[in-house]
């Protein structure tokens, strides 16, 4: 382990920083801010994810993953305590439904403005993340 090691920042590839910026401000109420030259939001616990423009041409990734086809390298599983409430709110605020879906009734795949997948998961009558497997 490396001492006082943490992470600082999550960094999301986009063809519209500021769009994506934009709809994960207002699916997670964070606050937007300019970070390092990119657009950034930032939760109250500190928590930073940055959108930055790639110096080619974006391509979105594809789910599910496809041989030879851009994978998604990453995603975003975030516990709600509403699962249809959240999917609807996401989905207003410009996300879709992927069209192949695994979670049964415990978490939904979307896929954010650019292309990611993320899951909103499902969270118990405490409030905990449930975990998808």
Known sequence: MVDGIYIGDISIDCGDPEGLRGFYAELLGW????????????????FVILFMETDCVYCPPIWPETPGAQQKQMHFNFAVSDLPAAVEAAVRLGARRAAAQYGGGQYVTLLDPAGHPFCLCQSNAAGQYQNKD
């Open 31 to 46: 606050d937007r801010r300019m970070m390092y030259g990119c657009p950034a939001v930032v939760s109250k616990g500190g």
